[in-house]
């Protein structure tokens, strides 16, 4: 993997955490600001141009923090992963933040609800043709920026199991550092262009006083109770939790590579067989769909540490509820994967395949407990599905989720949250842990079966020999049969019994 110099990471590391610090001190400020704007659209008699272009400001001011918070909290836990499978795991992060901050903007061709879009609207019912100018512009860099950086396959399939060789062969091409580095470097910059319009508009719009004035003035210096007991939680979770995950970590990419490599040589078998025009045995689709589920169930399993990581690895609290977004999105997609949110799902879902294969041979998992968790995991699933969109998306259509998702964060329980985490995590390892028992069993079954062939040729030939009267001659004539048959369906003892 093509990795930046130590000495560029660590500049890179200080950066974006100094960028982190100064977007936590604004934020809150700049939120409490909007919606006292908010509150005086609502008194408003008739339709007031200039304050709905100060709100749009704000939003403006919104989501320029939220999309380079987002990309600075990624790009520190890139940069301080040491195993490639979670480096790969957040460059898939930052390209969801490259996709979804172009969407929040622009949108796509006609899309009419970016917040540049809409700018362009109000400013040239203003008659600001400068501003409107510049805001076009910054459409056009940022169009650009999307062509260059933004890869929507992998944003499409990223916490999407369906297909688990269609992400690790995507995953595998992920292995390139500076790309996405610099590609979070062209977004700050268009991000400082969107800064110094904001700017602009803000002091063409509020000439004589300072729009943060009473926001500042009623901030509190109050305990923040909420935030200590968080804080308690953390560092409990790190002593105990953070080497457990970064081990599980270390054999990830490892573990990945050989189940692939396996599926690759079962496909290779299969065209071989399909060549000669020979029927493909049902052990061999078998044993394809089982690699297939441990391969899902693999990535879920990376997937769900990745998510708890990065938390652990977090440097203060809104950065770790940040985290909290990738855990509660990962988390949402995983479930939903592994046993669905209704019964309609559940019956495609990745544990109706795995009794599905229980059921159809003489595999028998113990799967009583894990449904039961399984089925108390996923009981608000649907209901909660409105947060993950929050969470994913910045914007969709008309809908502006960052003051609500903001909130959110605000009002997130780190323990529970990081129980259920951690719950997920041990449902995943359990998923694993059966398809890798299914495998066992499929192996056993198919040395049973081989040995009862086996026998059962070895007593015709046994039988034909004593009716020959043990004749010297006839036995010896059978000799290449029985080493036929043991190289068959014999192993390797069988064969040296022959």
């Not at 992998?154 to 688990?164: A, E, S």
Request: glycine letters at 4%.
């Amino acid at each position: 993997m093509a990795d930046a110099s130590p000495e560029s990471i660590q500049r890179l590391i200080e950066n974006s955490e100094k960028g982190l610090k100064q977007i936590e001190i604004s934020l809150p400020l700049i939120l409490e600001t909007r919606q006292a704007i908010e509150e005086a659209i609502k008194k408003q008699d008739e339709h007031n141009v200039g304050l709905d272009l100060l709100k749009m400001v704000f939003d403006m001011m919104l989501g320029e923090h939220e999309v380079i918070y987002d990309l600075s909290a990624s790009l520190d836990a890139l940069l301080k992963a040491t195993d490639d499978y979670t480096k790969r795991y957040y460059m898939q992060s930052l390209n969801l933040c490259f996709c979804e901050a172009c969407q929040l903007f622009v949108g796509d061709d006609g899309d009419e609800d970016g917040l540049l879009s809409r700018l362009v609207r109000l400013t040239k019912e203003l008659h600001q043709a400068g501003c409107e100018y510049i805001a076009r512009h910054i459409i056009e860099d940022i169009r650009s920026f999307r062509k260059e950086y933004v890869d929507r396959e992998l944003r499409n399939i990223t916490r999407h199991y369906d297909d688990p060789v269609k992400m690790y062969e995507k995953q595998k091409g992920l292995d390139n550092i500076d790309f996405f580095a610099k590609g979070a470097s062209e977004l700050m910059a268009i991000r400082m262009e969107v800064t110094v319009l904001s700017s602009f508009l803000l002091s063409l719009l509020t000439p004589n006083k300072s729009v943060h004035q009473d926001v500042v003035s009623k901030s509190s210096c109050g305990l923040d109770l909420k935030g200590m007991l968080n804080d308690a939680i953390f560092k409990a979770l790190k002593k105990n939790l953070k080497g457990e995950v970064q081990r599980t970590l270390n054999n990830a990419q490892a573990a990945l590579d050989d189940c692939f490599r396996l599926y690759e040589n079962r496909k290779k078998a299969e065209k071989f067989l399909e060549e000669r025009n020979l029927q493909i045995p049902d052990e061999l689709n078998k044993l394809g769909s089982l690699m297939l589920l441990r391969m899902e169930s693999l990535f879920l399993r990376y997937d769900v540490a990745c998510s708890i990581w990065g938390y652990l690895n977090a440097a203060s609290d809104k950065e770790r509820s940040q985290n909290l977004r990738l855990i509660h999105i990962t988390k949402q997609a995983a479930l939903t994967h592994i046993y669905g949110y209704n019964e309609k799902a559940r019956e495609k879902s990745m544990w109706a395949k795995i009794v599905a294969v229980e059921e159809a041979g003489d595999e028998r998992l113990n799967t009583v407990d894990v449904e039961k968790t399984l089925k108390d995991m996923t009981s608000n699933l649907q209901e909660d599905k409105s947060n993950s969109n929050m969470f994913a998306h910045y914007r969709y259509k008309e809908a502006f989720y960052i003051p609500a998702r903001l909130e959110a964060f605000g009002k997130m329980e780190h323990h529970t949250e990081l129980m259920e985490a951690m719950k997920l995590l041990n449902v995943c390892k359990s998923m694993e842990t059966y398809t890798v028992k299914l495998l066992c069993c499929m192996n056993e079954n198919q040395k049973k079966e081989r040995k009862r062939q086996y026998d059962e040729w070895m007593s015709k030939i046994d039988e034909f020999t004593s009716k020959a009267g043990h004749d010297m001659q006839v036995a010896e004539a059978l000799r290449p049969l029985r080493e036929l048959i043991s190289m068959v369906y014999g192993d390797e003892q069988l064969s040296r019994n022959a």
